[in-house]
């Protein structure tokens, strides 16, 4: 896995500014677009992970679907969700809380504790669509359909808020 | 037949309330409004059937949340709503969340802990948005927000420890070196799943939830979620000790909040709302109190289930904050004022209550594992907690004699009332069941 | 029948029903039997062959240390029934007449019910557990009574500041139920030292934690300010609960405990102090009131603290002997208050009421007897026999404390004096009052003839109560120091007629208060607040405590030793 | 094997944690900063993602294909989280002059 450091560090790095592109940038087309590129980055990271098919999901799904609605929806609001600056202070606790949480998450990843050390990485995990597949509908099925029961929940609740209307004022 | 009776008790439910759901919306545009009632209030029943005959704690979690969940689809058919249209999707909703909470009390996968919290916490902010006025929408944005942050949490978490100890399932160990990593992944599991437990510093979401969902969406995120993820912080806990001071520590933090909090209280929405923060954290403190704690978190959050239940079917149909003030020009019916009173006392703890013995269940193990500094907090919290609950009893209570002015609970209220408040009666005269039921 | 009489604290629930769905052609007839009913199962068990009847429900109560639902009937027990039975049964009587056309009549009878039938669990409590049950429901019972009526302004804060009081001795008290090791909630063998081995600080720690428990019930030292608030109740409730029975449950729970307390001597000096200066700061404040109940209140407080003071001595019989003809004398002063007060149309202002022994001659004379009892009259009445004991008691055991309690005789006669002589003997009243039924009166006897003949049941109490409480002293209708005190308070008593002849309506100190508890309840409200006011209804704020929250909670647990 | 700061983990899955930490931490930062309902929702997918590149890492890591499902899952679970959001969002910011989720609320919950 060493010799893929380079790549792996371009994608993390384009994956990063991406991201602070995202939550810096003022106009949520930017944002939107911004968002896109990240999920791009991040697929191009996965495939340096070997995981070939989660890959092709995030382009897909991810960059495909959800960002895509990002857009519309953008142009569906109010003066397209437009924004106020914000103040000193926002900015101020907003990058103390984010500073406060990469400390949390990042210590104990560098001053990794427990007896010995972690074993390493095989140098080639074989994976294939076939052993995805084994998993789905294997160890990992009962998680996997009940996304049905999540995508039955996202539908269903998209059509009713969409619709979501007062009664007439007769009552 | 084989395939079904070989899965999982909280699986065969959840395909059983999903048909279910689909058959609540198929029938939507012919039926009326009585057959979609109708078949919303048979799923629980009919999902429960495979649990019934069978044994274990597994099937147990599974029958009190179908338990809860018919409580809730029969307080659904009093609440109000947005608009009438919208009875059939929160009637599915109710359902499908319910799946969600079943999976989530019984799972060991963090997947499928995943995947059943999102799909009733997403349930439940969908129902809470289609609830009456403009209220509603904000609560339900908000908590969707803070619930979707608390879900990253919680995939970061699952993330790390899969990284960490190679493995989804909620017992595995980490590896060698990655302790660390694997510890600080099981907090963010926790710590997520939490959110369902109105848990000091993350309660806010559940919170806004209990002051203005129409009562039915209340009670089934009291009721319902709230047992769900009782459960899986439960299994959590007992796999992974470490966990548990954390969950001591919120505990308590949650109990004196909610003391403060409610005192300034002067409407139902209010108490119930931080009564809620309160008793999650008594559900934590035991939680992470050990073996004993769990089996007396078990038993208080029965107790506490079926209280809570039985105010939210007291209050049903009720819109508003509910000020004292309105309990005593507009009284409830002698029922519905005799259930509330009941409920009250019960979550007051403060004998003669379900509540109190449950209270005094938690007590022994906090001593031990907590320590006297955290359970004399947490003693004087709870005890000092009865001084809000307790304020609107005499109104009530003085309200009944003109109960005659006041508004009758509905047919579905009233099968709903008598349910769990004969679950609570019930606790009350044998404490001693329910825990047989904990073990 | 020696499994069935333990289930005595029952008898009233039929009555709680009855009143409760509205039987009987008047609101509270269905419930009057049951007192009696009570005492005649204490007073069938004191006739009997006074073996203690224990009843054991194993594991009722889950993951307790003791989880038994234990009941115990034994000579302390049946006394208090019969305490408790019959002051109630006087009480439902009075009451009657009392709450006559009051709407909600039916509610107070069912409330009353409640409360005895909580006061008796408390009393026929066999363990910790069961103890705290019947503890706290009487507390619950006050606080309802004491904000019965909703409409009169500051009852339901009274009942809050009641219930806040309570909180903390019910945390006590659980506190002790669930410290105790495995196995030990008996109450009567508590003391066993084995038993208390596990508990940091030995016998110690729960000894004090039951005196904490003892004092917020019995209003004692700085959790005294519940009491006098509680007067906002109606008076048979003043009567019944704030007088006789609830708040001298924690001397009843002393006495019951006393062996246990017996190991702590630092906690029996502490109990002895908190009952001598409450008896003496209580009767100072008896004399500062301007109401006439607050003024009996405090006078409670006083009698308390001598009940107190003397388990603080070791003499617990004495305590529970005077707790006995106290419930007699103290109900009998209320319910006189309580026939002034309803036939002045509600007025408790002791400014207005004034002259009534030609208008309300019965009670003028009552009064009288019950004042003359709390002052502790030698041989003709009760409360002398008790006080005298306490006050030998205290001159054996810590003389100082001793003397000091006797010189507060001198108070005591001073406080009596001045709300018997203000309400019945100052100038003729302008005060126009109807003339009280026989009802209302009827009642008063037996609780008078009580208070001037119960100090002759002593030595036959001692003997009975010998197991329980240990070998009494012996009871002593004449003996030096009862004159002595006989003839301070009766001096007392005098001066204050002397007092109020001169001085009026302003026959009293200057108000002074101790800010302690307004300044502890703005703290709670102010603290209140401020949590409230976090809930800002801006999700800006709610994401960034969240997160930042579960940041922090990270960090805490990484460094946690 | 030594990589940066004394660790003993490879230095590419250090990269890669460290990087999902950062991800995360940006996600948190946007959330905290920003008023418009749409880049809260954004801030929160960058959040998840975060999650699912840890998931990767670990199968990676591990060898578990296992990780590649809980992957697809958390896309699934994106998708359905964007849709509710979204409605909410539009739902409640329709008919106000300015989208922003810091409106003083009606709610003091």
């Not at chain 3, 302690?516 to 102010?526: E, F, L």
């Amino acid at each position: 896995m060493a010799e893929r450091m380079v790549p792996l560090g371009i994608a993390c790095a384009v994956a990063l500014l991406t991201a602070l592109g995202v939550v810096v940038v003022r106009r949520p087309v930017h944002c939107a677009f911004l968002l896109l590129l990240h999920s791009l980055s991040l697929a191009a990271l996965y495939l340096g992970l070997s995981a070939d098919f989660v890959a092709m999901g995030q382009i897909t799904i991810y960059s495909g679907a959800i960002v895509v609605l990002f857009l519309f929806v953008v142009l569906l609001l109010p003066e397209a969700g437009r924004e106020r600056p914000a103040g000193a202070g926002r900015v101020l606790l907003a990058l103390g809380g984010g500073a406060v949480i990469l400390a949390a998450l990042l210590e104990p990843m560098l001053a990794l504790s427990g007896s010995g050390e972690p074993p390493a990485a095989p140098p080639d995990p074989g994976f294939s669509v076939a052993g995805l597949a084994r998993s789905l509908f294997g160890p990992q099925l009962v998680p996997f359909e009940l996304t049905a029961v999540l995508l039955f929940v996202a539908i269903i609740g998209g059509v009713a808020l969409w619709n979501r209307r007062p009664a007439e004022p007769s009552r | 037949m084989h395939w079904f009776l070989d899965m999982p008790h909280s699986l065969q439910a959840a395909a059983i309330l999903s048909l279910f759901a689909v058959a609540v919306l198929l029938s939507a545009p012919r039926a009326s409004v009585a057959t979609v009632h109708r078949l919303t209030l048979l799923a629980p029943i009919a999902a429960a059937l495979p649990a019934l005959f069978q044994r274990g704690p597994e099937a147990f979690a599974v029958l009190a949340v179908l338990a809860l969940a018919l409580i809730g689809a029969l307080l659904l058919c009093t609440d109000a709503l947005e608009n009438p249209i919208h009875r059939v999707e929160c009637g599915a909703l109710l359902l499908l969340g319910t799946a969600g909470a079943c999976v989530l009390a019984t799972a060991n996968n963090l997947l499928s802990i995943l995947i059943g919290f999102e799909s009733m916490s997403l349930a439940v902010a969908v129902m809470t948005g289609l609830g009456r006025g403009p209220r509603t929408l904000e609560v339900a944005f908000k908590f969707f927000a803070l619930g979707a942050a608390s879900v990253a949490t919680m995939i970061y978490g699952i993330g790390l420890v899969a990284y960490a100890a190679g493995s989804f399932e909620i017992g595995a160990a980490p590896l060698a070196g990655l302790t660390g990593l694997h510890q600080a992944g099981l907090l963010l599991i926790t710590l997520g799943i939490t959110y369902e437990l109105a848990l000091v510093p993350i309660h806010f979401g559940t919170l806004g939830v209990y002051f203005a969902a129409p009562m039915s969406f209340a009670g089934f995120a009291m009721t319902v979620s709230k047992l769900g993820a009782a459960l899986a912080v439960a299994r959590l806990a007992a796999a992974h000790p470490h966990v548990q001071p954390m969950l001591v520590g919120l505990g308590v933090l949650s109990i004196t909040w909610a003391t403060f909090g409610g005192l300034a209280q002067r409407h139902l929405r209010g108490l119930l709302a931080y009564s809620a923060v309160g008793h999650g954290g008594f559900l934590a403190l035991s939680i992470g109190c050990g073996t004993d704690g769990r089996t007396a978190a078990v038993f208080y959050a029965i107790v506490y289930v079926a209280s809570a239940a039985l105010v939210a079917a007291a209050l049903a149909g009720r819109d508003g904050d509910l000020p004292y003030a309105e309990l005593r020009t507009e009284p409830l019916g002698k029922l519905r004022t005799t259930a509330l009173v009941t409920g009250l006392l019960s979550l007051s703890g403060v004998p003669p209550s379900p509540g109190f013995w449950a209270k005094l269940a938690v007590l022994g193990p906090s001593w031990h594992v907590a320590g006297p500094l955290l359970t004399c907090i947490a003693v004087l919290g709870g005890v000092f907690g009865a001084l809000y609950y307790l304020r609107p009893v005499p109104d009530l209570i003085a309200g009944l004699r003109s109960g005659e002015r006041g508004t009758a609970a509905s047919r579905s209220a009233g099968v709903a009332i008598a349910l769990a408040g004969g679950v609570t009666v019930l606790f009350l005269v044998l404490p001693y069941l329910a825990l047989r039921l904990a073990n | 029948m020696n499994t069935l009489l333990p289930w005595a604290f029952l008898l009233t629930l039929p009555g709680l029903v009855l009143t409760a769905f509205g039987a009987g052609r008047r609101p509270g007839l269905a419930s009057v039997l049951g007192p009696w009913l009570v005492f005649a199962a204490g007073f069938a068990w004191l006739l009997g062959d006074h073996a203690p009847a224990v009843v054991r429900i194993e594991g009722w109560l889950p993951l307790l240390p003791d989880a038994a639902f234990a009941l115990r009937l034994d000579a302390l027990s049946a006394t208090m029934l019969c305490v408790v039975g019959g002051v109630s049964g006087c009480v439902y009587l009075y009451s009657l007449s009392y709450m006559r056309g009051d709407p909600g009549q039916r509610r107070f009878f069912a409330y009353l019910d409640f409360f005895v039938l909580a006061m008796n669990l408390l009393v026929l409590a066999g363990n910790l557990a069961v103890l705290v049950a019947g503890w706290a429901s009487v507390g619950l019972a006050s606080f309802l009574l004491i904000s019965f009526w909703r409409d009169k302004e500051g009852t339901l804060g009274a009942g809050l500041q009641a219930l806040a009081a309570n909180a903390i001795g019910d945390a006590a008290l659980l506190l002790a139920a669930v410290l105790v090791p495995a196995g030990a909630g008996d109450l009567t063998t508590l003391h066993e030292a084995t038993h208390l081995q596990g508990v940091a600080g030995g016998a110690g720690t729960v000894a004090l934690l039951i005196v904490v428990a003892a004092a917020a019930k019995s209003a004692q030292g700085p959790l005294y300010f519940w009491l006098p608030s509680a007067m906002a109740g109606p008076t048979p409730v003043s009567a019944l609960i704030h007088a006789a029975t609830m708040v001298a449950a924690g001397v009843y729970l002393l006495c019951r405990t006393h062996a246990l307390l017996a190991l702590a001597p630092d906690v029996l000096t502490v109990v002895a102090w908190t009952g001598v200066l409450t008896a003496v700061f209580a009767a100072f404040a008896s004399l500062q009131q301007p109401n006439y109940k607050r003024g009996l209140a405090y006078s409670t407080l006083s009698q308390l603290g001598y009940m107190f003071a003397a388990v603080g001595f070791g003499a617990p019989f004495a305590a529970f002997f005077h707790l006995f003809t106290h419930a007699a004398f103290k109900a009998l002063l209320f319910l006189v208050a309580g026939v002034v007060i309803h036939a002045a149309d509600g007025e408790e202002d002791l400014a207005r009421l004034s002259g009534l022994r030609k208008q309300l001659p019965g009670p003028a004379w009552l009064g009288l007897i019950g004042s003359l009892a709390l002052i502790g009259l030698p041989v003709v009445t009760a409360g002398a026999f008790s006080k005298d004991l306490v006050l030998e008691a205290g001159i054996e055991h810590a003389p100082p404390l001793g003397y000091l309690l006797l010189g507060s005789v001198l108070l005591t006669g001073l406080y009596t004096g001045r709300l018997w002589f203000a309400v019945f003997l100052r100038a003729d009243s302008q005060l126009h009052t109807h003339a009280p039924d026989r009802l209302l009166q009827g009642p008063l006897v037996p609780l008078a003839l009580g208070a001037v003949g119960l100090g002759w049941l002593g030595t036959a109490l001692g003997t009975v109560l010998a197991p329980a409480l240990g070998p009494a002293p012996a009871v002593h209708a004449v003996s030096g120091l009862g004159l002595v005190a006989g003839g301070l308070g009766l001096g007392g008593f005098l001066l204050a007629g002397a007092w109020v002849r001169a001085r009026g309506s302003g026959a009293r100190l200057p108000t002074l208060s101790l800010p302690w508890v307004d300044a502890a309840a703005s703290c709670a409200n102010r603290a209140a607040t401020g949590v409230a006011r976090v809930h800002s209804g801006r999700l800006g704020g709610y994401l960034f405590t969240a997160m930042v929250g579960v940041a922090v909670i990270l960090i805490v647990m990484r460094i946690r030793p | 094997m030594t990589g940066p700061l004394n660790a003993t983990v490879a230095a590419p899955e250090l990269l890669v944690l460290a990087t999902s930490a950062a991800l995360f931490a940006i996600g948190v930062t946007g959330l905290l900063l920003r008023r418009n309902p749409m880049a809260v929702l954004m801030s929160i997918e960058i959040m998840l993602n975060a999650g699912n590149l840890v998931l990767v890492l670990a199968a990676r890591a591990r060898g578990m294909v296992d990780g590649h499902t809980g992957a697809l899952l958390v896309l699934v679970l994106g998708a359905a989280e964007a849709v509710i959001g979204l409605a909410l969002a539009l739902a409640f910011f329709r008919d106000r002059p300015a989208a922003d989720v810091d409106t003083q609320g009606e709610v003091h919950g």
